[in-house]
């Protein structure tokens, strides 16, 4: 690390340790808000690109449950029920998945070379090309890929907005900054349920074309909120374009978030974390990833964002179809789908207070443990028939959906932002959100056949099937999630470095700035025959002191 530091060694050091004791200073939420409220605002505007995506994801799934829809694209059963088939709606449910695959392979090589603003301009350009798309559909195989199209940006701003709002929050505002972006995903599914509910009066094609329509609303003022938004200050300080990241920092500053020489220590903690990183990895490629340390940490952000899937949330992605195999009528079916969708925002902002008081890997642990139990009880209920059991399983989904927003929903955005080095966020984001895709295309695969009459028709038993795969996942949490609350950076680099047990995490000790007993390492190493100390050695000698 003195060879990636030089001459300004010490002085980063002496930075960096002041720039990481104010991290520390608790302000309490609101005051942090009025303190960072630049920060706040452009992370905010930024990952309102969500909407989008959490929009189309749950509109495309709702429309296998209204009668235009079907009436433009269904096929007849032998019964003389008309139905989206169960093959259609996997392959339209994983279009805009695989178009997400293109994507993310986009974001993690563009946002590294260009910066996050272009990549996200550039990406808003292209949404607005791809939404004509679907618009114009005539056939299912038309409509799925504009569904592909239009998943290139959306794995863009999936991965891109998680990041860069990790790297402008300090640490007190991190969660709920990083979360905010599943709050975004959520309004845009509560919008697409309102949408679909009211156009459901609609006769004719454009039901459901309209839907379509209504998203050309977002690209142009998002694109213009990047355009008016700092780099971000952690990827110009990576460049080594050091001037840059000063005037970034003194766009976001405030009155009373600091003066010049806290932006002067803060470019000092940035420069001392990616120093620290650069000598635990020998680049910042893809293939780092699954190297040393961070193959623990690839591993934690590939399963966290797997686990959103195989807790049961499949179940409310097909809550239309759902309710509607269960028995209930179109225009309730639609309606109870629009309540359990206010769950997103309702549990989001929840997930604020909970964080703060429990942590993230206490919040996770609960979010499975309540998971399995809705699902014992949801699969139960698929055994009976009847008004009454359609009801009480329409009610188990929104008090799961609710559960689930308060704690792996949101969660889990704050935790693949703060797992990942510096260096390897983009990347490391990219490939969970990638593992997150490929799992969403086998749910996909599996949860129309599980519910379709023209499949397994498994009805509410098949939360059975997910009730497995959520406990597996409970009891790899227990073991392998890490608690990574109120921890810079550097810290978290540390304690991945020390190889510190996940259930450790919140009690270890860490000191990266012990000055003294740093100068007494260095001044021993000079001393030794001119040997010199290696950071490993540096990173030792100063966590005993």
């Known amino acids: 690390m003195r060879a990636t530091l030089g001459a300004s060694y010490d002085q980063v050091v002496s930075g960096a340790k002041a720039a990481a004791d104010a991290e520390h200073v608790d302000l309490g939420v609101f005051a942090a808000l009025r303190t960072h409220w630049k920060a706040t605002l452009f992370s ?13 994801v749950v509109v495309i799934n709702s429309f296998y449950g209204q009668s235009q829809f079907i009436n433009t694209f269904g096929t007849v059963l032998p019964n003389g029920e008309k139905v989206i088939t169960a093959p ?76 860069y709002a990790s790297e402008i929050a300090p640490v007190m505002l991190r969660p709920y900054l990083t979360s905010f972006v599943c709050a975004c995903w959520g309004l845009g599914i509560l919008l697409s349920s309102i949408v679909v509910k009211l156009t459901l009066v609609i006769p004719g094609e454009w039901s459901w074309r309209l839907p ?12 213009l909120i990047a355009f008016f938004a700092p780099e971000s200050p952690w990827y110009l300080v990576r460049h080594q374009r050091f001037d840059d990241a000063r005037k970034a920092l003194k766009k976001l500053q405030t009155k009373n978030s600091g003066d010049d020489q806290h932006i002067e220590h803060q470019v000092a903690f940035m420069n001392h974390t990616n120093a620290l990183e650069k000598a635990e990895q020998s680049g910042a490629s893809y293939f780092e990833c699954f190297k040393g340390t961070s193959l623990r940490r690839t591993e934690i952000v590939a399963v966290v964002w797997a686990l959103q899937w195989l807790c049961g949330n499949p179940l409310m992605s097909y809550a239309v179809t759902f ?34 008081w429990f942590g993230r890997r206490t919040l ?15 699969g139960t209920l698929g055994f009976f028939s009847g008004e009454a059991v359609s009801w009480a399983t329409g009610s188990l989904l929104i008090t799961f959906a ?42 996909n695969t599996l949860t129309p ?11 509410a038993k098949g939360a059975f099937l997910y009730l497995g795969t959520c406990a597996l996942c409970g009891i790899w949490c227990w073991f392998r999630l890490p608690e990574t609350a109120n921890r810079t950076y550097a810290e978290v ?11 450790k995490f919140s009690t270890t000790q860490v000191n990266l700035y012990e000055t003294e007993k740093r100068h007494a390492v260095v001044r021993a190493d000079s001393l030794n025959d001119d040997k010199v100390l290696d950071d490993k050695d540096l990173r030792t000698a100063t966590l005993d002191a």
């Open 212 to 223: 379509f329509a209504l998203q050309w609303v977002w690209p142009i003022p998002l694109a």
């Open 449 to 459: 056949r599980m519910l379709s009459p023209d499949a397994w028709n498994w009805g």
């Open 323 to 356: 309710y509607r195999r269960a028995g209930l009528d179109e225009n309730t079916a639609f309606s109870l789908n629009c309540i359990m969708n206010t769950t997103y925002l309702i549990g989001t902002a929840s997930s604020w207070f909970l964080m703060r």
């Open 402 to 443: 609710l559960g689930y927003n308060c704690t792996i929903g949101p969660v889990c955005y704050t935790i693949v932002a703060e797992i990942p080095s510096s260096r390897l966020r983009a990347k490391s984001i990219v490939l969970s959100r990638l593992t997150y895709v490929l799992t969403g295309l086998l749910t």
């Open 364 to 378: 996770y642990l609960a979010g499975c443990v309540m998971c399995c139990a809705h699902l014992i009880a949801i």
């Open 493 to 503: 680099d540390e304690l991945f470095a020390r190889g510190i047990a996940a259930r």
């Open 44 to 56: 905010m505007g930024l990952s309102f690109a969500l909407v989008m995506e959490g929009y189309d």
């Open 88 to 163: 259609w709606q996997t392959g339209l449910s994983n279009s805009a998945l695989v178009g997400e695959v293109i994507g993310l392979g986009l974001n993690g090589w563009a946002s590294d070379r260009f910066g996050y603003r272009k990549t996200y301009m550039v990406s808003m350009a292209v949404m607005m090309i791809t939404v004509l798309a679907p618009v114009l559909a005539r056939s299912l195989p038309a409509l799925s890929a504009g569904e592909v199209l239009m998943g290139i940006p959306w794995g863009v701003f999936q991965t891109l907005t998680t990041a």
